[in-house]
């Protein structure tokens, strides 16, 4: 027969029962980054986010990333798109100026 996989243990203060083995704790994973080390779990298309540094907006790159908006879908967003992504007015001005020139 295959020996145990882990020794077992005689009986202490720490566990009374005896035989009983814990596995050791894992170490936690990193949590995933963002564009440029931000939070949120998601990456930013970097063109948007350099986009948004370049305009004062980096701020909104969360949102971004959250939302996985690349440049394709940012040229095809509303006004309204952009005010339901939580954008101030002079955010959204700034941006689809931009995004028109381009």
Known sequence: SAPPSAPLSAPSADDPKGGEVTPPPQAAKPKPQGYGGREEGADC???VADL???????KY???FAAEEIDMAALRLMSEHDLAEMHLTKGARVK????????
């Open 45 to 47: 298309d970097s063109r």
């Open 52 to 58: 948004l540094e370049s305009l004062g907006l980096a």
């Open 61 to 63: 790159i969360p949102n």
């Open 95 to 102: 941006l689809r100026e931009k995004v028109a020139v381009s």
